[in-house]
């Protein structure tokens, strides 16, 4: 059987470190930053381009009837895929990761979640008893966040060729009426907020895997969201202008995205950022900055100015948002930026990363 290989045209692609210079997959294509963003925008979109999918959210929001892609479509769908190390850790393990992650999606576009899809790879010589561990966390994490896991596929590999388990989710779910969300929304002026303390997840399991200790563990927020977004969007409805959930490059990829997708600027007030003393003290000694560590368990809300406080009481009256903040704002001036302001009044830009610093988190 012959096959043909495709010649890609790495002139035509743009990057600060231009992708030429990786012919081979690295670890940074995977990490949320700039290469597995230009690997989307070069690769996977020019051969998949449809209107559903050019919209590059969370989730891809259609009419189900139409096929039509629709700001306030019918239907909203996501994907994801997880590979982390260690499968369990403190707050959660890789099942109530899968469920939560992709509930989170659907939750973020505006989409109540509905029904999930869970496809396991498994590597030969895997004990069933951590994997009776890994489907027991993953039916927890379903029940809490009130959707059902449908369908699913199991594969196996050979002793050597994985890493135990990984595992693939698919979700769908219902677009909440009058809702319409997107990273292209976000206006002049909008307030930003983040339901609670950043860097909390990739910290947990870089603690692990580093033997860090502190006086009170690190433990992942990993948690469903879709409840917490349903009040806020219940009091302020078409006052929220985007939502993301900042996982892979944590809080600086995700306003990046953003800033870019508007051809707005966002200005950070990094003193307003609420980070936990034992993440920052982990961040301080592996040389790393919480704003780009990635979450599980959090959201940032692009809301209109008048309705920043509603939101905001709504979220620190909710169990998953008691730490909720106001961060920052939208503003026309430096477009596609994220710029902080410093505790000591000095400005930085924040860019986004190239490539991955903490793999294998998700």
């Known amino acids: 059987m012959s096959h043909t290989t495709t010649t890609i045209d790495f002139s035509t692609w743009t990057c600060p470190l231009p992708l030429a210079d990786y012919p081979s997959i690295v670890m940074g294509h995977g990490g949320g930053g700039k290469l597995g963003n230009e690997l989307v925008e070069h690769l996977f979109l020019p051969a998949f381009r449809n209107p559903a999918l050019e919209n590059l959210g969370d989730a891809a929001v259609f009419d189900l009837a139409s096929g039509r892609s629709l700001p306030t479509g019918s239907m909203a769908m996501s994907t994801d895929s997880f590979v982390v190390q260690p499968l369990f850790f403190p707050g959660g393990s890789i099942g109530a990761l899968a469920v939560n992650g992709t509930v989170n999606d659907l939750a973020v576009s505006g989409a109540e979640p509905k029904f999930l899809s869970a496809s396991f790879i498994l590597e030969e010589g895997f004990p069933l008893a951590q994997l009776a561990a890994i489907v027991a966390d993953m039916a927890e994490a379903a029940r809490t966040a009130g959707v059902q896991i449908v369908t699913g596929d199991t594969k196996v590999v050979e002793h050597g060729h994985g890493d135990g388990c990984y595992i693939n989710t698919a979700g769908v779910g219902m677009l909440r009426p009058r809702i319409s969300v997107g990273p292209h929304r976000a206006e002049p002026g909008d307030a930003i907020l983040v339901s609670g303390t950043i860097g909390d997840h990739g910290m947990a399991i870089m603690s692990v895997r580093e033997g860090l ?22 009091a302020a409805g078409p006052a929220v202008h985007a939502m993301r959930d900042p996982t892979r490059g944590g809080l600086a990829s995700t306003l990046n995205e953003i800033a ?32 780009y560590v990635a979450n599980e368990g959090k959201c940032v809300f692009f809301v209109a100015r008048e309705f920043a406080g509603v939101a905001l009481s709504i979220l620190q009256a909710h169990a998953l948002g008691r730490d909720a903040a106001i961060i920052g704002h939208v503003t026309a001036e430096h477009p596609r930026m994220l710029v902080a302001r410093t505790a000591m009044g000095a400005n930085r830009v924040i860019s986004i990363p190239v490539g991955e610093q903490l793999p294998r988190i998700c």
């Open 213 to 234: 200790e502190f006086e009170s563990q690190i433990r992942s927020d990993c948690a469903p969201l879709n409840g917490m977004i349903a009040d806020v969007l219940t």
């Open 260 to 291: 870019a997708a508007s051809n707005m600027g966002i200005a950070l007030d990094e003193r307003a950022l609420p980070v936990r003393p034992e993440v920052q003290s982990a961040c301080e000694l592996l040389g790393l900055d919480p704003v």
